[in-house]
């Protein structure tokens, strides 16, 4: 009996060993059961936070874009605007200076003829003179006909000597 006893015992003994290690076992499983739920929910979050920060990055890019387009078209308007007035104000300085030297030109052909017309008369004098210094007769006509000159050689030599 006390065999069987001791037989009952170690059956009990093994029994409750077995159903520890199945709890053990279950316990175990349990466990990782909930890790991989927490894990799954944890990817499944960071995946969600990784598409909605991609989302945002993408919408800011493409608001980037659109800023870069707008800045770009004002850019443009800004040169072409400035461009156009350069070329309006070239074209009006252009159209002054052109008037000015237009008038300047015409005053030196005024100026131009009214000399000539000077040198013709000048050159008609001087012509009659040398017809009356040809025509003199004598020294005392050759004197009356270079008196003038005499004169202003004169008024020269005086103009040289006062301001030297």
């Not at 608001?63 to 850019?75: D, H, L």
């Not at 605007?81 to 000015?100: P, S, V």
């Not at 009659?128 to 050689?153: C, D, H, K, M, T």
Request: charged residues 25%; proline residues 1%.
């Amino acid at each position: 009996m006390n065999r069987l006893w001791n037989r009952i015992v170690s059956l009990k003994s093994q029994e409750r060993q077995e159903a520890e290690d199945k709890f053990q076992v279950a316990l175990l499983f349990a466990t990782m059961n909930q890790i991989c739920k927490t894990l799954n929910d944890f990817m499944t979050s960071t995946q969600n936070e990784l598409r909605t920060m991609n989302e945002r990055q993408l919408k800011l890019l493409n608001m980037q874009n659109q800023y870069k387009n707008e800045i770009k078209t004002e850019v443009d308007k800004i040169v072409r605007t400035t461009y156009c007035n350069i070329e309006d104000e070239q074209r009006k300085l252009f159209c002054k200076m052109l008037g000015i030297v237009k008038s300047e030109t015409d005053k030196m052909v005024k100026s131009i003829d009214k000399s000539s017309s000077h040198c013709k008369a000048a050159v008609d004098k001087s012509g009659n003179y040398i017809e009356r210094i040809l025509q003199a007769e004598g020294f005392f006509g050759l004197l009356w006909a270079l008196s003038p000159l005499f004169v202003l050689g004169d008024l020269v030599i005086r103009l040289v000597q006062y301001f030297s």
